[in-house]
């Protein structure tokens, strides 16, 4: 069990202005950020770090939409960080979401669903390299 997992709060929630409410939520759930920085991912980006959703019908757009504005890309630290954060962000499907989960509230819809959150230990620490450099990260 690791202690820390990867984030990303999407294009939809940062054109929306949910960025500094969505981290205060992650905040005050007890995650300490790690390293932390605000992007705009090309496509080719994108497509590099969703490359295992390639053969899936819905690649094409969702690389679209990851790559449409600026995330917010960030490593956090709790323990049993993985899944206590799948927990605070809700369901993939906000319309499933619990109620005051990130998803329930700052979500539009399965495909706009405001934040990314590491399903593995293993994923974790894979999507935290591919944003960031040893020097970033304490």
């Known amino acids: 069990m690791s202690n820390r997992t990867f984030t990303m709060i ?15 939520q992650i905040i005050k759930a007890g995650y300490t950020i790690k390293a932390m920085k605000w992007i705009k991912l090309t496509k080719e980006q994108a497509g590099l770090f969703y490359d295992i959703h390639r053969e899936r019908l819905f690649f094409g757009e969702l690389v679209d939409f990851m790559s449409s504005g600026t995330i917010v890309a960030a490593i956090l630290e709790k323990e049993n960080a993985v899944a206590d954060f799948r927990k605070l962000i809700g369901a993939t499907n906000p319309a499933n979401a619990e109620e005051g989960t990130i998803r329930k509230l700052y979500a539009a819809s399965i495909g706009e669903n405001a934040v990314h959150g590491s399903d593995s230990d293993e994923n974790a620490l894979i999507e935290g390299d591919f944003f960031f450099s040893k020097l970033e990260r304490f």
């Open 10 to 24: 999407k294009p939809d929630a940062t054109a929306k202005g949910y960025t500094g409410a969505i981290l205060d």
